[in-house]
Nanobody
Framework: EVQLVESGGGLVQAGGSLRLSCAAS????????IGWFRQAPGKEREGVSC????????YYADSVKGRFTISSDNAKKMVYLQMNSLKPEDTAVYYC????????????????????WGQGTQVTVSS
């Protein structure tokens, strides 16, 4: 059974940091990319970052470049999103997703059509 489980969300003040974790199981990690997406109330889902399981290439949305860092531990099947200098506009439910890279990044209408998703973790940044 494929599972993606996010953790690490919470409430933080603007300027603070959080590290999200995504624990993956049930599939060959190296064959897929893992992406972080977020959705705020009343807004469309937004791609945040993505990492290739095969070669470790990383990708970021312009809105988080320089503030967020994605990394992975393939042996542990873990993906992390280190979020620094958080802003109130980063408030959202954050989801991790596993799929082939072309369906995850750059974000397009293919996101969510296949692949696997976690249940999400809430990140709230207060001003």
């Amino acid at each position: 059974e494929v599972q993606l489980v996010e953790s690490g969300g919470g409430l933080v003040q603007a300027g603070g940091s959080l590290r999200l974790s995504c624990a993956a199981s049930g599939f060959i990690f190296d064959d897929f990319a893992i992406g972080w997406f977020r959705q705020a109330p009343g807004k469309e889902r937004e791609g945040v970052s993505c990492i290739s399981g095969s070669d470790g290439s990383t990708y970021y949305a312009d809105s988080v470049k320089g503030r967020f860092t994605i990394s992975s531990d393939n042996a542990k099947k873990m993906v992390y999103l280190q979020m620094n200098s958080l802003k109130p506009e980063d408030t959202a439910v954050y989801y991790c997703a596993a799929d082939f890279l072309f369906r995850l990044w750059p974000p397009s209408g293919l996101v969510g059509t296949e692949g696997y998703w976690g249940q999400g973790t809430q990140v709230t940044v207060s001003s």
